[in-house]
């Protein structure tokens, strides 16, 4: 694959979690503040290029018995030096969301790109194919966000601080909405993510639909 291909793939056309579905647990239970879904999409990219370019280097050692049991132990050894950069760098938020980041070592996003592409490909191309996968994982997952804080709480950037420093308290947006209560219940995410999903699906039909009409016009006869 190339560059663009890879790149496209992982931010779109095969996005993690608008088109795999996977790694949706701790994306619909971190989901109601868009800082708590910046925080974990920000430690999936982490954990997916760390693991991504440690495999591709080592890929020539790793064989048939070997590779599932050091993948896995390679993703596990990453997804905790994640978790205690988190605990060091905002203890209050990792008591909020510390149990997700511990379950991104089960996250099938980054053991099937491992097992799938980071193992046979070079160290640059595996690196790309990470940062894709992260990538598209961290706008799934702050469009939900996005979503359900403002329809849920009212706000947008809430408690900021305790990631950006104290003057971050400021970015705090209020919307003039009292929250609905639903968009931030466990059944409120399934709602919302089903619509983001129907919202790429349709996007993708009109631009399937516009290159069907720009093939036929362009079409000699």
């Known amino acids: ?3 663009a291909a890879i790149t496209r793939d992982g931010l779109w056309e ?8 996977l790694g949706l647990c701790p994306l619909l239970a971190v989901s109601n503040t868009l800082i708590n879904g910046l925080v974990l999409g920000c430690l999936t990219i982490f954990v997916l290029v760390s693991a991504n370019g440690t495999i591709s280097l080592l890929q020539r050692w790793l064989d048939d018995a070997t590779r599932l049991p050091a993948q896995i132990l390679i993703i596990a050894t990453f997804v905790t030096l994640a978790d ?5 760098g905002s203890f209050e938020l990792h008591q ?3 149990l997700f980041v511990a379950l ?4 099938c996003v980054i053991l099937g790109r491992a097992e799938a592409f980071a193992r046979k490909q070079n160290l640059g191309l595996a690196l790309l194919d990470g940062f894709s996968m992260g990538l ?10 996005g979503l359900r804080e403002a329809l849920g709480h009212g706000t947008l950037f809430a408690h900021a601080e305790l990631i950006f420093g104290v003057n971050a308290a400021s970015w705090e947006i209020n919307l003039p909405n009292d929250g609905i209560l639903l968009a931030i219940l466990p059944p409120g995410a399934f709602l919302l993510f089903g ?3 129907a919202l790429k699906n349709w996007i993708d039909l009109k631009i399937e639909q516009r290159k069907a009409i720009r093939n036929t016009e362009t079409a000699p006869g």
Do not use: D, K, W
């Open 84 to 88: 205690l950069l988190l605990q060091y």
């Open 136 to 145: 598209g994982f961290l706008f799934a997952i702050l469009a939900l966000s």
């Open 96 to 98: 909020r969301i510390g």
């Open 195 to 197: 619509l983001l999903i």
């Open 14 to 21: 095969n996005n993690p979690a608008l088109v795999q579905l």
């Open 104 to 107: 991104i070592v089960t996250n």
């Open 1 to 3: 694959m190339t560059p």
